[in-house]
């Protein structure tokens, strides 16, 4: 259960750069459309989860980093 709570709390810092890797994979090769849709969806995924979840809830760390304040919940 921690391994998937890990995978979560760090989605995007793991799934764009796979979906990059992903994406020009299904682009340079013939019938792999498969793996740019998922590529492309990762992609998404990360963007839109840093857009609205983002540092606040993925990882203090990045958040402190980006903004130099200190995240407390329920502040």
């Keep these: 259960m921690t391994w998937i709570y890990i995978l979560i709390r760090t989605f995007p810092f793991w799934a764009i ?3 990059v890797a ?6 340079s ?5 498969k793996f740019a849709a998922l590529g492309a969806t990762l992609i998404l995924g990360g963007i839109l989860f840093l857009a609205f979840e983002g540092h606040f809830k993925a ?5 402190e980093m980006l903004t130099g304040d200190r995240y407390e ?3």
């Design 17 to 19: 750069p796979i979906g």
């Design 22 to 27: 992903l994406l020009g994979t299904g682009l």
């Design 29 to 33: 090769k013939k019938g792999k459309k």
């Design 59 to 63: 990882v203090p760390w990045v958040h």
């Design 73 to 75: 919940p329920g502040r």
